[in-house]
Nanobody, 124 residues
């Protein structure tokens, strides 16, 4: 059974940090691009960061300089370190996995598997 399980979300004050984790199982993790997306209430899902099988990364403009994506292949886990959080970062964060993905486009339909999401709330 394919699973992507996110964790690490929560409530944090503006300026604070969180590290999200995405643990994968049921597929060949090393072969997949893993992306982080987020969806705020009333807004469309948007791409945050992604990492390829060879550890190339791409970040959305709002994430550059604040968020860092990394993967630990031994643990089948991808992390999203989020620093200098802002109230506008409040959203449910999802990880997703795909094999044929253009890193720079964050097209949800390119990702085959999705997690259930972890909520992040940043208070002002």
């Amino acid at each position: 059974e394919v699973q992507l399980v996110e964790s690490g979300g929560g409530l944090v004050q503006a300026g604070g940090s969180l590290r999200l984790s995405c643990v994968a199982s049921g597929f060949t993790f090393d072969d997949y691009v893993i992306g982080w997306f987020r969806q705020a209430p009333g807004k469309e899902r948007e791409g945050v960061s992604c990492i390829s099988s060879d550890d190339s990364t791409y970040d959305a403009d709002f994430a550059k300089g604040r968020f860092t994506i990394s993967r630990d292949k031994a643990k089948n886990t991808v992390y999203l370190q989020m620093n200098s959080l802002k109230p506008e970062d409040t959203a449910v964060y999802y990880c997703a996995a795909g094999t044929i993905v253009v890193l720079t486009t964050f097209l949800p339909y390119e990702y085959e598997y999705w997690g259930q999401g972890t909520p992040v709330t940043v208070s002002s």
